[in-house]
Each structure stands twice: as structure tokens, then as C-alpha cells.
């Protein structure tokens, strides 16, 4: 195990109708608010109203920016940026999924930032300041209510990129399993693939002597495994909504990857292939992570009979090391299949004729990944055998 730093300040507020503290919760902040969310579905499952009730207990000023898309674009953020500086919000405060957190974490840091924000994810410029920000979580997945995290897409020129600094953790995050009842099939299934492949970037790992850091990402997986099928045969089953609210926020709020080298290759592949093709990230990491994982295993061989056996419960009698390993990746590709994730690109329209252009931007600042480093060659190799 490696030495480490754990940071995490987000006040998680967890359960039925603790959306009844948002307005206690925002006051310490201030006043002047942007209220950030997607398409509408907050007004229509009533959510907006109650957050807007909530804004007015402590006399509130509040100014929208609603149409977040699915992959936030930097022409919306800028939007938002514009709102802060003119109306001088005080406080950013993100109600939806985590493409609506993302694009909340951008606005907040670019609001106090001179230049333009996609300096923040071509390393340009480093994050000195961010406006407060809180979130009320409608979808299990990003796990953003509870990191630093954020991924933004220049549409003009399709790129997609991410930011990330302590200074845009959320001060608080409401996670109520209610709010996520209502979250359509296909959103609920990107949204476990999107979970499950947060805890693979961190559990496929060369670094060594770390059971409770294996344990820990053992446990998110199996979590999310049971709950996910039963949440997507009924969709008000609060107990299967809670389990994987929680889990999507433990994959990735610092506390699985501690003392251990990561890997996120997977993830720099796939936001590539949204940067061009807008499709959804759950659905990208769906299709693309088993063929890094059969592209990868060797390096590590032991580490995926270890997924095998302890998070698919493949029988190792008789089976050589290669053949468990491969019956783990075919049993992680099953689930997906099951659940209706797709398993290939070309299920969803994309064909071979950008794969030169999205294996160069994957590797632009150099070969990603740790397990394996992947130059050109690996990524075009994954994306083509992804096809």
C-alpha cells in the first residue's frame, strides 16, 4: 500500500425528504442563487417546486440556467458563467443528475476565473478559486455529489475533457432515493455501468497488499450487482434505490482508490467517443470496458482471477488462470447484456471511420492508464475490436 491523503468535505445528507433542509443548508452562503438543472423533469415529478419553496424560506434571489445537456457543453457553462458574474450569485446550486453537478462544478470555478474555463481541463490554468456549490442528486451514477470532479465538451470542435480541483467539492449534497423512482430504464442502466466501471478504474491495480482497499471495491460492485436488477424490475423499490445512490457515491468519493494507483483509461477512451458521437457515458463504458479488459488482463493476471472468483463467483477447479480471467470479463459483459446495456458501437449508429482521430486525442498528453499504459495503437486496437 501506497501512502495517502484523504479529503473529502461534502456534508452528505441522506433520505426520504431531505430536500425539507435544503434552504438551512444553502443560507450560510448567501442569497443570490443559480439554480442549474437539465430538461425538465425536475418540474414535472415536482422537485423544482419544492426546491424553490425551500429557496424562498430564506428570501432567496434566483436566477436559472436549465437545459444541462447529457455531455455539458461549454457553450451552456459559459452561459451560466455569464449569469454568476452579472447577477453576482453567491451560491450555485445544481438539482439533477451528474452532467447537471459537472456543469454547476464548472460554472462555479469559471465565474471567478478571468480567462476561459477550458483552460481548466488542457492544463492551462489551474482552478485558484470556485463559488460555493450544493446538489440535490436525482441519479445514481457519477458519483459527482461527493468529489471534485467534472467533465465538460467543447461540441464545435468534439473534444471532451475534464477539471477537477478540492476548491468545487460540493458543501453539501442531498441524496434522496425517492427522487430516483422516477429515473427511465435506460438512464438507470448507464447509470450502474457508469458505477461499476468508477470502482474497475480503481480495483484493477498493480499496487500491492491492499485487502480492505480490494474489499471495499468488492462490496460497491456486488452492491450495485444485486440492487441494480432489482431497482430496474421495480423502479419504486426503495430499498434497491438507496443501496445504489450510496454505492454510485462511495465508487468515487475518494475512498476506494487510498494508497493505490489507478487506472482510468477506460474513461479517457470512452470521452472520446461522446466528444463525436454524443452518446451516453454509461452506455460508452457499457461497450468498451470488457475489450480493455481482454485487451489488458495479462498484465495482471491474478488480480482479474481475483474479480473472477470474488465478485462473479466463476469456479476456479480445473480452469487455468487465463480461463477464469476470461470467464470474469464474459460474466461482466453477461450482466451488462442482461440489463440492457449495449455491447457495441455499432448498436448505437458508430462505425470505424473516426477511430484514427479519437486514439490520438486519447493519448494527446501522453500514454493513459496504469495497469497497462496505452499508446495510439492500444486505444485504436480496444475501439476497433469495440466495434
Not at 446550486?93 to 453537478?101: D, K, P, T
Not at 461499476?196 to 450487482?225: C, G, K, N
Amino acid at each position: 500500500m501506497n501512502a495517502f491523503e484523504l479529503y473529502n468535505p461534502t456534508k452528505l445528507v441522506f433520505g426520504a425528504g431531505k430536500v425539507q433542509q435544503l434552504g438551512q443548508l444553502v443560507k450560510p452562503y448567501g442569497t443570490r442563487i443559480l439554480l442549474v438543472y437539465g430538461g425538465g423533469s425536475i418540474k414535472r415529478s415536482g422537485l423544482y417546486d419544492e426546491v424553490m419553496a425551500q429557496l424562498q424560506t430564506i428570501g432567496a434571489t434566483v436566477h436559472e440556467l436549465s437545459g444541462i445537456e447529457p455531455n455539458p457543453r461549454l457553450s451552456t457553462v459559459n452561459k451560466g458563467i455569464a449569469i454568476c458574474r452579472e447577477a453576482k450569485i453567491e451560491f450555485v446550486l445544481a438539482v439533477g443528475g451528474g452532467s447537471v453537478l459537472d456543469a454547476a462544478k464548472a460554472i462555479a470555478a469559471g465565474a471567478l476565473y478571468e480567462g476561459d474555463v477550458w483552460d481548466f481541463t488542457v492544463q492551462k490554468a489551474v482552478i485558484q478559486a470556485a463559488l460555493p456549490i450544493g446538489t440535490v442528486l436525482t441519479l445514481a451514477a457519477t458519483g459527482s455529489e461527493m468529489n471534485g470532479n467534472a467533465v465538460i465538451s467543447d461540441w464545435d470542435n468534439k473534444l471532451k475533457r475534464g477539471l477537477g480541483s478540492k476548491l468545487v467539492y460540493p458543501k453539501f449534497s442531498i441524496l434522496d432515493p425517492k427522487l430516483t423512482f422516477t429515473v427511465p430504464q435506460d438512464q438507470t442502466v448507464n447509470g450502474i455501468v457508469d458505477i461499476m466501471s468508477h470502482v474497475f478504474e480503481q480495483y484493477f491495480t498493480h499496487t500491492q497488499d491492499i485487502p480492505l482497499q480490494s474489499r471495499f471495491a468488492e462490496s460497491v460492485l456486488l452492491t450495485v450487482i444485486d440492487n441494480g436488477e432489482k431497482a430496474l424490475a421495480n423502479g419504486s423499490d426503495y430499498e434497491a434505490r438507496a443501496n445504489l445512490l450510496l454505492a454510485g457515491t462511495y465508487a468515487l468519493n475518494g475512498t476506494l482508490p487510498i494508497g493505490i494507483v489507478s487506472d482510468w483509461a477506460t474513461h479517457g477512451i470512452e470521452h472520446e467517443v461522446s466528444a463525436i458521437y454524443d452518446i451516453a457515458h454509461g452506455a460508452g463504458l457499457a461497450i468498451i470496458f470488457p475489450n480493455w479488459m481482454k485487451h489488458v488482463y495479462k498484465e495482471g493476471v491474478e488480480r482479474f482471477v481475483q474479480f473472477a472468483t470474488r465478485v462473479w463467483g466463476i469456479d476456479p477447479t480445473g480452469k487455468t488462470d487465463d480461463e477464469i480471467a476470461l470467464a470474469g470479463i464474459e460474466a461482466t459483459r453477461a450482466y451488462f447484456t442482461r440489463i440492457g446495456a449495449p455491447a457495441t458501437l455499432g448498436e448505437l449508429g458508430i462505425g470505424g471511420d473516426q477511430l484514427d482521430r479519437m486514439a490520438e486525442e486519447a493519448v494527446r498528453f501522453g500514454p493513459i492508464g496504469s495497469f497497462k499504459k496505452l499508446n495510439k495503437d492500444d486505444v485504436k486496437a480496444i475501439l476497433q475490436s469495440s466495434l
